[in-house]
Nanobody, 121 residues
Framework: VQLQASGGGLVQAGGSLRLSCAAS?????????????MDWYRQRPGKEREFVAR????????DYTDSVKGRFAISRDSATSAVNLQMNNLKPEDTGVYYC??????????WGQGTLVTVSS
């Protein structure tokens, strides 16, 4: 499974970015990618990697860590099946490397490479 994250960059506080994650390949388990939920995680400077958002495999449920609720929105692009993370009203503490991942039972299974988000004050 290959997960390609993109969309990171430098933005001023209060600005917006949209991250995108394109998934391809077939898991060694034999299950399709549609079997998994899709997550975004981030690793902020000096901190451990943390959960940010999840979109259920059916697309009808999303979950967020408290610090991003009301500012971030996870969705699936119906045309490309990419999973997007729209990030609004960004804060300097949102700075970090953002990773997309597939998950099952709230546990990450496949990881993509990270994309760097830098929010200046």
């Amino acid at each position: 499974v290959q997960l390609q994250a993109s969309g990171g960059g430098l933005v001023q506080a209060g600005g917006s970015l949209r991250l995108s994650c394109a998934a391809s390949g077939r898991p060694v388990s034999g299950r399709s990618l549609g079997h998994y939920d899709m997550d975004w995680y981030r690793q902020r400077p000096g901190k451990e990697r943390e959960f940010v958002a999840r979109l259920s495999r059916t697309g009808n449920r999303s979950d967020y860590t408290d610090s991003v609720k009301g500012r971030f929105a996870i969705s699936r692009d119906s045309a490309t099946s990419a999973v997007n993370l729209q990030m609004n009203n960004l804060k300097p503490e949102d700075t970090g490397v953002y990773y997309c991942a597939t998950s099952y039972g709230r546990r990450p299974v496949h990881w993509g490479q990270g994309t760097l988000v830098t929010v200046s004050s």
